[in-house]
């Protein structure tokens, strides 16, 4: 027999001599209740239903033990026999319960001799019926059972024992949302859309459409629909697997949403007449982690995941998955500080292998990196007050724009040997450059007057030095108060150097024509403040919250930022105003109203509300 069966049918002996003693106990049936003396404590009852055992002289092992006029014993006796307990643990078990009976005679003659004496029609009954046997059997196995599978000490071995440790959730979330854009937009082809030209063909400066524009001047009213399933198992001796799916109506880093009805442009197969949409592969990653539950640990992660780093959505999009590889860790140096840190490195873009795969002569790679590094430390300053502050370094590789050899595009399909160096995805706001040095010193393209056709990449290089905090004060538990703030800037930003290259973000062109003087800027800097229930975990919790920021043009990549505030992107400040409640702990509604306006450059407002509900399991 199993070491774990032998452990089961121990405890289930110990349990079943246990509760048959004390359900042995003598039952009182007097004809006049108010005469009837206290029953007999169970320990009583066992005296009176069995027979009082001297101490014993334990006898030489035997195969077969005498039968006892005990039930308990006889039950020991015969896990003997069967092999489920030793002889040494049957003698000791013995003892024990020989020594419980003695001290329970004791204490019954003691209360003997204080208690009133029993009417003459009282009738002591010295046995157990049948039925209540039956139902002490029924409810001691249940209460054992389900001991035994919580303790995992008589769990089934059917399945691996990673599959016990596997974790399903998921979350849904329906959104209204409001586009309201106030009079006073540029509607005049001042807010080129950047990211439509780069993933189309090139656009070509000589023809006579404007290229594609940002919506600036019609109000849109939209549902929008996020759903994200995935599954986490806990692999054991520290490895954890993680797989999520989630919606989109396309592959935009900074957004799982899906407008309801809506025909992408891209993907026009998905979206429309109640047709399906499409699932993307969101997270997969392996992580390794030591000391999980401690206040020191260490992990590292692989594949592509969370938002490693203490931040806000000023820097990172709240839907951001980071690809690449990350270690973390934090020590409990003092007990009112922690500190920690993460360091990573993620591809942002990987060149096609076979670019350009239009000709024979292949160019060089133009792949793009972020290293990211951040240390900081949580504070508890007192009972009530908490604090969290970090600096992060985030160096990018290979992201700005660079000028091409020249060339002549004689049609769409021609290739420039840095086209690769523009962004694969960008929302609004960066300060862009011409990517292709056109010869036009030749009739090819009529001297400069066909075959223009263009690629812009970003006109500055980004190294940004962020600071993030949060200070907490909990004295109104279980209401908080929050205050959050970021700054950041592109220490690698040069105005003079890209006001020389620059296509956008200038101010109004002079007297003579020429263009305006570049007016963007590296900075950004944001302010929130939460009042209520700092997570929405039961029915009726709830949180205000109120925020500023003001984000100037390159102070960090609009690509990887905040979607919803003006629409994504950067050259933005504004307000934003907020409220949860919960409706039970895993549904909540949420309302939000975002009023943005553009800092350098053509005029932009833009006036969002949104409302959601939101379930998880």
């Known amino acids: 027999m199993s070491q774990r069966k032998r452990l089961f049918c121990r405890r289930f002996a110990l349990a079943l001599a246990s509760s048959w003693c004390a359900a042995a106990g003598p039952h009182v049936l007097a004809a006049d209740p108010a005469a009837a003396n206290p029953l007999p404590s169970p320990t009583e009852a066992l005296a009176v239903a069995e027979p009082p055992v001297a101490e014993p002289e334990l006898a030489p092992a035997a195969p077969v033990a005498a039968p006892s006029q005990n039930v308990t014993i006889n039950l020991i006796n015969r896990l003997v026999q069967r092999g489920v307990l030793s002889k040494e643990d049957s003698e000791d078990l013995i003892k024990q319960a020989e020594a419980d009976a003695a001290m329970a005679r004791t204490q019954a003659a003691a209360a003997a001799q204080s208690a009133p004496a029993a009417s003459d029609d009282a009738v002591r009954v010295t046995y157990i019926p049948e039925v209540v046997k039956d139902q002490i059997r029924d409810d001691l196995r249940q209460e054992v059972m389900k001991q035994?599978?919580?303790?995992?000490?008589?769990?089934?071995?059917?399945?691996?024992?990673?599959?016990?440790?596997?974790?399903?959730?998921?979350?849904?979330?329906?959104?209204?949302?409001?586009?309201?854009?106030?009079?006073?937009?540029?509607?005049?082809?001042?807010?080129p859309n950047f990211?439509?030209?780069?993933?189309?063909?090139?656009?070509?400066?000589?023809?006579?459409?404007?290229p594609p524009m940002t919506n600036a001047d019609r109000d849109r009213n939209r549902f929008r629909l996020r759903a994200r399933a995935g599954a986490e198992a806990d692999l054991g001796e520290g490895f954890t697997i993680g797989l999520r799916l989630g919606t989109g109506e396309n592959n935009s880093p900074v957004s799982a949403n899906q407008t309801m009805g809506s025909v992408n442009s891209t993907t026009a197969n998905q979206g429309g007449n109640f047709s399906k949409y499409s699932v993307w592969l969101d997270r997969g990653f392996l992580q390794y982690e030591t000391n999980a539950l401690d206040d020191t640990w260490l992990s590292a992660s692989v594949g592509r995941f969370d938002n490693p780093f203490f931040s806000t959505k000023m820097i990172w999009a709240d839907d951001l998955g980071f690809d690449g590889a990350v270690v973390r860790g934090k020590y409990k140096r003092f007990e009112c500080v922690q500190p920690f840190f993460v360091a990573g490195a993620f591809p942002v873009y990987n060149t096609d292998f076979n670019f350009a795969s239009n000709q024979p002569g292949k160019f060089g790679s133009e792949d793009k990196w972020l290293e990211g590094f951040q240390l900081g430390a949580d504070v508890k300053i007192t009972k009530d007050w908490n604090a969290k502050g970090a600096v992060a370094y985030y160096l990018y590789q290979g992201v700005d724009g660079r000028l091409s050899d020249p060339f002549i595009p004689l049609s769409t399909a021609d290739i420039g040997d840095t086209d690769a160096t523009r962004p694969s995805f960008a929302q609004r706001g960066n300060t862009y450059m011409a990517?292709?040095?056109?010869?036009?010193?030749?009739?090819?393209?009529?001297?400069?007057?066909?075959?223009?056709?263009?690629?812009?990449?970003?006109?500055?290089?980004?190294?940004?030095l962020a600071l993030t905090g949060q200070i907490d004060y909990g004295g109104f538990d279980p209401f908080h108060i929050a205050l959050t703030g970021e700054a950041v800037k592109n220490v690698a930003f040069n105005g003079g150097s890209i006001d020389r290259i620059a296509v956008n973000n200038r101010g109004a062109d002079r007297s003579d024509g020429s263009l305006g003087s570049y007016a963007g800027g590296d900075t950004g800097w944001l302010v929130n403040l939460n009042f209520g229930s700092p997570a929405l975990v039961k029915r009726w919790d709830w949180n205000v919250n109120v925020g500023y920021r003001y984000v100037e043009s390159d102070a960090v990549i609009d690509g990887f930022c905040d979607s919803d505030f003006g629409g994504g992107g950067t050259n933005l400040k504004g307000f934003t105003f907020?409220?949860?409640?919960?409706?039970?702990?895993?549904v909540w509604v949420a309302l939000r109203w975002l009023s943005a306006d553009s800092i350098a450059g053509p005029a932009y407002k833009n006036d969002i509300i949104q409302f959601d509900i939101n379930a998880k399991f």
Not at 165 to 186: A, E, K, M
Not at 435 to 441: E, G, K, P, W
Not at 446 to 463: D, I, N
């Open 435 to 464: 990517l292709r040095d056109i010869d036009n010193s030749t009739a090819a393209n009529g001297y400069g007057s066909l075959y223009q056709y263009q690629y812009y990449g970003l006109a500055t290089p980004f190294r940004d």
């Open 195 to 210: 990211n439509a030209i780069n993933t189309g063909s090139p656009f070509d400066l000589r023809g006579y459409n404007y």
């Open 578 to 586: 907020g409220g949860g409640l919960g409706l039970s702990s895993r």
């Open 148 to 191: 035994a599978y919580e303790e995992k000490w008589a769990a089934p071995r059917s399945f691996p024992s990673w599959v016990t440790n596997l974790r399903l959730f998921g979350d849904l979330r329906v959104r209204y949302q409001g586009d309201f854009f106030p009079d006073g937009n540029d509607n005049t082809g001042g807010l």
